[in-house]
C-alpha cells in the first residue's frame, strides 16, 4: 500500500546557517508500507532514486532473523538485547526496472515495513553511510539516540527510527532539528526523515517515551551524491 506522508514546510536559515533544504533537488519522491513479508516498490522510479527499506521484526518466541533483500546494501541490524525484536535497514540505488518491483524483506509474527525513495537531481550514483546510533530499553523510557553530523561533502538524509514491541503504542515520539517529513506503519514503526541539500545536519535527536515493551530509537545518515 501507498504509504502516509508528513511532510513538514522546508526549513529556511540565515546565510552560514547549518542546513539550506532545496526542496527541488532532494525530495521523498514516494513510499509504500506493508505489514507482510513482502512490500511493493512505489510506481514512477527512476534511475539514480535511491531506496530505503525500514523492516522491523517481532518473533513471540526468539528473535527475528535479518534479511538483506536481494539488490540491496544492509546499512543497520539491530536487536533488542532481550530477544523478540530486530529493525533492519538496507538500501539500493534503483533503475526504471525496479518499478513496482517486490521486495522481499523480514517475516515474524509481527511484522512492519517502510519504503522510502528519495530523489536528487541528477540522480544517486554513490551513498556514504554514517555509523548507526541506538538506545532500547525492554520495558521503559529508552535514552534519546543522538548524534552529530558534519563535515558532510554532499547532500544527505538523516533517518531518526522508532519501534515498539507487538500490539504496542510508539509513546510521544519526537526529532530534532525539526523534522522535512516522517512515514508511519501501524502503531509501533515510525521513520523520520531529515533531508540536507548543502551544508550539515549538525545535531540531530530522535526519541520515544516508554510504550510499554521493546522501544527502539536508531538514527543514521546518507550522504549522496
Known amino acids: 500500500m501507498q504509504g502516509q506522508h508528513f511532510p513538514k514546510q522546508d526549513l529556511q536559515f540565515e546565510e552560514g546557517g547549518p542546513r539550506v533544504i532545496a526542496s527541488s533537488d532532494l525530495i521523498l519522491f514516494a513510499s509504500s508500507s506493508s505489514t507482510g513479508t513482502t512490500i511493493t ?9 535511491l531506496a530505503v527499506l525500514v523492516d522491523r521484526g517481532y518473533l513471540i518466541t526468539g528473535t527475528a532473523a535479518a534479511v ?4 540491496y546494501t544492509s546499512r543497520a541490524n539491530v ?3 532481550d530477544g523478540n525484536q530486530r529493525v533492519v535497514v538496507t538500501t539500493k540505488i534503483l533503475t526504471t526496472a525496479d518499478d513496482s518491483a517486490t521486495v522481499t524483506g523480514m517475516s515474524s509474527d509481527d511484522t512492519r515495513k517502510i519504503l522510502l525513495v528519495f530523489r536528487l537531481v541528477g540522480g544517486i550514483t554513490t551513498i556514504t553511510a554514517s555509523a548507526v546510533t541506538s538506545t532500547y530499553a525492554g520495558s521503559a523510557d529508552p535514552a534519546a539516540a543522538s548524534a552529530s553530523y558534519t563535515g558532510l561533502s554532499n547532500s544527505s538524509i538523516t533517518l531518526g527510527i522508532l519501534a515498539a514491541g507487538f500490539t504496542f503504542t510508539i509513546s510521544t ?6 523534522e522535512t517529513g516522517y512515514e508511519v506503519r ?3 514503526l515510525r521513520a523520520y526523515y531529515l533531508l540536507t541539500y548543502t551544508g550539515d545536519p549538525g545535531s540531530v535527536s530522535v526519541d520515544q517515551g516508554n510504550s510499554g515493551f521493546r522501544n ?3 538514527l543514521l545518515n ?3 551524491s
Do not use: C, K, L, Y
Open 41 to 49: 516498490v512505489p510506481t514512477g522510479i527512476a534511475d539514480g532514486d
Open 68 to 71: 538483506t533483500p536481494s539488490g
Open 79 to 81: 536487536a533488542a538485547t
Open 173 to 178: 515520539p519526537s526529532f530534532s532539528p525539526t
Open 186 to 188: 501501524g502503531n509501533n
Open 216 to 218: 527502539q530509537n536508531i
Open 222 to 224: 546518507f550522504e549522496v
